[in-house]
């Protein structure tokens, strides 16, 4: 069904996706953040010198869980007993691919940002140590959260490509990408260095070029990070899940 984006479709879709994932969701849930809880009872009552540490836990466990989370979020299109009654709802790609995002990616982070607080909040009180609850609040912490949000957007489109083991094969061909990327500064340096200078050259001349090239490269890829790999991934996300047809 291509008839565009309509909000009532939406909502109906969303929550037929709560629905059905309700169940084993709130189970897996439950086992998740009832261990989180153990952990921020433990650290707070025994090590309470230690509380400052939660929100690396918490931050761990997002990562983990949500991405792990993302990779399912296709599981019913990737399944040949369900995938059919999956196609054929009268729901459009466009409506489907940000129902599932909405789910996968701002209700999870949201919904595991505020108990992670109240987890906190526990912990603090738990080892009377109140005066370091703020920390969840610090600048790492958002910058974490916002690169989550962006490695979801891969790990969204993985869920889509690739019909089996989905987690385990984005996890490999990011591998790939980062291991690529980290190559280029050094494969490219040396090309240039090369064509404007011929030759090596004094020292101090290429820890200048060498200096300059990487703080570009950096800001360059920053940027294409930070504002448009999430997107980039979520456009490509729409076009291979219009491609699965009946």
Same mark, same amino acid.
Request: glycine share 6%; with cysteine; hydrophobic share 50%.
């Given at each position: 069904?291509?008839?565009?984006?309509?909000?009532?479709?939406?909502?109906? !879709?969303?929550?037929?996706? /709560?629905?059905?994932?309700?169940?084993? =969701? #709130?189970?897996?849930?439950?086992?998740?953040? *009832?261990?989180?809880?153990?952990?921020?009872?433990?650290?707070?009552?025994?090590?309470?010198?230690?509380?400052?540490? %939660?929100?690396?836990?918490?931050?761990?466990?997002?990562?983990?869980? *949500?991405?792990? !989370?993302?990779?399912?979020?296709?599981?019913?299109?990737?399944?040949?007993?369900?995938?059919?009654?999956?196609?054929?709802?009268?729901?459009?790609?466009?409506? #489907?691919?940000?129902?599932? @995002? %909405?789910?996968?990616?701002?209700?999870?982070?949201?919904?595991?940002?505020?108990?992670?607080?109240?987890?906190?909040?526990?912990?603090?009180?738990?080892?009377?140590?109140?005066?370091?609850?703020?920390?969840?609040?610090? %600048?790492?912490? @958002? #910058?974490?959260?916002?690169? =989550? $949000?962006?490695?979801?957007?891969?790990?969204? &489109?993985?869920?889509?490509?690739?019909?089996?083991?989905?987690?385990?094969?984005?996890?490999?061909?990011? !591998?790939?990408?980062?291991?690529? +990327? /980290?190559?280029?500064?050094?494969?490219?340096?040396?090309? /240039?260095?090369? +064509?404007? @200078?011929?030759?090596?050259?004094?020292?101090?001349?290429?820890?200048?070029?060498?200096?300059?090239?990487?703080?570009?490269?950096?800001?360059?890829?920053?940027?294409? =990070? @930070?504002?448009?790999?999430?997107?980039?991934?979520? $456009?490509?996300?729409?076009?291979? &899940? #219009?491609?699965?047809?009946?």
């Amino acid at each position: 069904m291509e008839n565009g984006f309509d909000t009532k479709r939406l909502i109906n !879709f969303l929550r037929r996706e /709560m629905t059905l994932s309700g169940n084993s =969701f #709130k189970v897996s849930a439950g086992s998740v953040f *009832g261990v989180l809880l153990v952990i921020s009872l433990y650290t707070g009552y025994y090590r309470p010198q230690s509380t400052t540490t %939660l929100p690396k836990i918490y931050l761990f466990t997002l990562f983990l869980c *949500g991405l792990v !989370f993302t990779s399912k979020i296709f599981a019913e299109l990737n399944n040949r007993q369900k995938a059919y009654a999956y196609l054929t709802l009268p729901v459009s790609t466009a409506e #489907k691919l940000v129902g599932s @995002w %909405l789910l996968s990616s701002p209700a999870f982070t949201i919904l595991f940002f505020i108990i992670s607080l109240i987890l906190y909040l526990i912990a603090c009180l738990t080892g009377s140590s109140m005066n370091v609850y703020t920390q969840i609040f610090d %600048l790492y912490v @958002w #910058k974490s959260i916002a690169t =989550f $949000l962006v490695a979801q957007s891969i790990f969204f &489109l993985g869920a889509i490509y690739f019909r089996k083991n989905n987690f385990m094969k984005t996890l490999f061909a990011l !591998f790939l990408l980062l291991f690529f +990327i /980290m190559m280029i500064p050094g494969l490219y340096s040396g090309f /240039m260095f090369r +064509i404007v @200078w011929g030759q090596k050259g004094e020292s101090g001349i290429t820890t200048v070029f060498d200096n300059d090239l990487m703080e570009s490269l950096s800001k360059v890829i920053s940027f294409a =990070f @930070w504002a448009l790999l999430g997107p980039f991934m979520l $456009l490509i996300s729409y076009y291979k &899940l #219009k491609e699965r047809r009946v």
